[in-house]
């Protein structure tokens, strides 16, 4: 039996959940078709997105088809959702990537496309809703081609489009023959020179359809409506036939990817893993994330539409795993891939918002909600201001706010209201700075020497820590600590933002060796531990930082802004106001297309004012690009949430309160 994970992708309300529900119906998975109006849908479980219409959450269904098993995964279509459908990139096999015939090709839509082909994910592209009326095929078509990627092969046509009649009608093998031949021989040599010297069979353009679609070079169109089941069977077809199954190593060493974390009805924690190699079976014993450990007390796997219990899960399937208390979101089990280590598909959370209970006695159920919301969706980073008592969330959007309020509010019984959104700047050095502070010398009471220098780095590199001390010069634990203290110290530079893109560079080290007194145990106070290495490097990092200087650089989006030609003259006045800068301008016929650089912080109000300037007409779209220094305005500052090791005296004095 082969595999096949396939996710199903596009812009919200193109009618993902609808074509699952309707996949799932024609292959006999589910007797009746569920309504994403009336919250019947298989996939989408949560109450809210049951409310919403709208997926939230992937998830995971399964169903056969012929000798293939399908593991179908639903993701969201709202951007503000993005991050949980980039888990879901890294464990599928192929995709549908589902277009309206109606909206046509939407801002989402080449966002995914852009991310499906450069991680080389083979993709055929399903067009919905042809009873709507309104569809057009034709139009669509060239919107693909143009805004998407002009290596499509539709592989039919639409009758009566735009009715309740409208049907798909799969073109046969001589009308597929010429553009096949066209698109096909452009990456097959051997195909090109059997074109010229007139010998093509059809098997062989058949088979270098399939390879060049498994290869994600070309991208077969479907259309269809989930609601008639019109192009649905083709569709089906198309799966089974066109995107390849799901390699896995089955004698191979344990391997696997974990994509999904949710709590169960007893809150216990329960895994979504991808196989990639060997054989997971229940009580093994796994290693992920910096050696933590854990052992697999139960599993799952999906089959005809729902999980089953099993004692193993095999490379190239979907398991749901039960026992490992400390797994995360984005954890390898057991041996890393290579291909896939350390990738982050889309953009991080450029947004940031205080969230503070309704009634004041809720402020600890509020964190222990807000950690359990953050192990389902890392990316919402938790950062708590212990002196304000506050705890703050990160964004991609609005619409990310208002689910995490319903959530909280649905699942924990906990009302909560937020302050207003603020983008999440970075501080980049300026220039290099050094410092050091020794044992037993200087105003600070820490049994140890520390002395770090640090200077920029690559944009984009990261924080890197280095030693020009000898590694046998003192216990490795006391590096260890040097090094996590100064990644977490970075976290909030001279101006309260992350500090990025440096290296840092430990110069100087010392200990006061273990002590003892006579007939007696071991006296701390003439003995260095990992605290005061812990205590001291704050105050170091702070001091070579001020040396060095940084400067506040605030997100930058890609903008490209599709707008009637005569309303330019509303448009760029605005454009202007919120900081948006045209790089490009095109003419489409009546259309003007714009592209170019906008703050993040400038997009919302962007995104609101556009509508009324352009009748409704104005579609823009915006990526993350880049962070660019702060120029204009006032320089933001983040509140700190540390000891405030910029301050020493208030430092040592926060420090000496704490112990």
Known sequence: MHMLNLGILAHVDA??????????????????????????????????????????????????????????????????????????????????????????????????????????????????????????????????????????????????PGTRGAHFVPFDDARLRAPLLDLLAEHDDDLLTAYVEGRVPDGRLRASLVRQTGQALVHPVYFGSAMTGAGIAELIAGIKELLPSGEGDADGPVSGTVFKVERGPAGEKIAYARMFSGALRTRDRLTFRDGEAGKVTAISVFDRGSAVRETSVAAGRIGKLWGLGDIRIGDTIGVPRKSSAGEQHFSPPTLETV??????????????????????DPLINLRQDELRKETSVSLYGEVQK????????????????????????????????????????????????????????????????????????????????????????????????????????????????????????????????????????PLVVMSALREAGTRVYEPMHRFRLEAPADTLGAVLPLLAKQRAVPQTTQMRGATSVLEGRVPVAEVHELEQQLPGLTRGEGELECVFDHYAPVVRGTVPDRPRTDLNPLDRKEYLLNVTRRV
């Open 402 to 537: 208002e689910v995490i309020q319903a959530t909280l509010a649905d699942e924990f019984g906990i009302d909560v209201v937020f302050r207003e959104t603020t983008p999440l700047c970075i501080e980049r050095l300026v220039g290099s700075g050094t410092a050091v502070e020794f044992n037993g010398k200087g105003s600070h009471p820490f049994l140890a020497t520390v002395g770090l220098r640090i200077d920029p780095a690559p944009v984009d590199s990261g924080v890197e820590f280095r030693l020009e001390v000898e590694l046998g010069a003192m216990p490795y634990a006391f590096f260890k600590a040097v090094e996590d203290t100064v990644r977490q110290t970075l976290e909030q530079g001279i101006r309260g933002w992350r500090v990025t893109d440096c290296t840092v560079t430990m110069t100087h080290s010392g200990y006061s060796p273990r002590q003892s007194h006579a007939h007696q145990g071991f006296d701390k106070s003439m003995s260095s531990t990992g605290a005061d290495f812990r205590g001291l490097t």
């Open 15 to 160: 009618g993902k959940t609808s074509l699952t529900e309707r996949l799932l119906h024609a292959v006999g998975v589910i007797d009746e078709i569920g309504s994403v109006d009336d919250g019947s849908t298989q996939t989408d479980s949560l109450a809210l997105e049951r409310q919403r219409g709208i997926t939230i959450k992937s998830a995971v269904v399964s169903f056969t088809i012929d000798d293939v098993t399908v593991n179908l995964i639903d993701t969201p279509g709202h951007p503000d959702f993005i991050a949980e459908v980039e888990r879901v990139l890294s464990v599928l096999d192929g995709a549908v990537l589902v277009v309206s015939a109606v909206e046509g090709v939407q801002a989402q839509t080449r966002v995914l496309m852009r991310t499906l082909q450069r991680l080389r994910i083979p993709t055929l592209v399903f067009v919905n809703k042809i009873d709507r009326a309104g569809a057009q095929y034709e139009r669509v078509l060239e919107r693909i081609s143009a805004r998407l990627t002009p290596a499509i092969v539709p592989m039919g046509e639409v009758g009566e």
């Open 355 to 376: 969230v503070a209970p309704s009634r004041p006695r809720d402020k600890g159920a509020l964190h222990l909600a807000l950690t359990q919301l953050a192990e389902q």
